[in-house]
């Protein structure tokens, strides 16, 4: 069984877990376009996203206070897994339906999250380590709609920083990264984003 919000999440999950193999181990203390995220902190909270949105499709608590250093032996291996996991758990469209108890959101917005997350946070990686993205296209224009209505509370808790502006023809993917508060022309520098 599959749902829109799988389909997304199968569509970009392999974009994301390319981009995480092919960082080597000597560009872990590299900055990110998210501000005070070096590549070793980004992967450990975008893995820390990939197996607690897993429990949040099943409406079960997570805890975001632990920050576990998951770069441990065979990490590029289990995030791919964990992954798999991800897109399974968000297959069974129970885990679209009603009210997230531990967001306070909708199912399907949690699941929206998920997929920001991959997506965003996969082009992070790619920039800050020099690597080639390109966002799974079907993914964007959903992604769009999605952080145009969580950007207000989101810029208040300090998830998204405040949009970079625009210019028309810009591609959708920098679109939507400056909509999160990323420069799409962000080459190493100091970046702003959250």
Not at 39 to 64: C, G, I, M, S, T
Request: contains cysteine.
């Amino acid at each position: 069984m599959a749902t829109q919000t799988s389909d997304l999440l199968a569509a970009a999950a392999p974009r994301t877990v390319a981009v995480v193999r092919g960082i080597a181990d000597d560009q872990l203390h590299l900055p990110t376009p998210c501000r005070d995220y070096s590549v070793r902190d980004l992967l450990n909270h975008l893995y820390e996203v990939v197996v607690n949105f897993q429990d949040l499709a099943a409406k079960r608590p997570v805890e975001w206070a632990e920050k576990p250093d998951f770069l441990t032996d065979g990490w590029r291996d289990r995030f791919e897994v964990e992954t798999g996991k991800l897109i399974t758990a968000w297959s069974d469209p129970a885990s679209l339906e009603g009210m997230s108890p531990g967001m306070g959101m909708p199912q399907t917005t949690v699941g929206g999250m998920v997929l920001l997350d991959l997506t965003v946070h996969a082009w992070d990686l790619a920039v800050a380590t020099g690597q080639p993205y390109a966002a799974a296209p079907e993914a964007v224009p959903v992604l769009h709609d999605l952080t145009e209505n969580l950007a207000p509370t989101g810029r208040k808790m300090g998830v998204f920083a405040d949009p970079v502006p625009a210019a028309d023809g810009m591609p959708d993917l920098d679109r939507l990264l400056a909509l999160t508060g990323r420069d799409p022309a962000w080459a190493g520098s100091a970046g702003t984003a959250v």
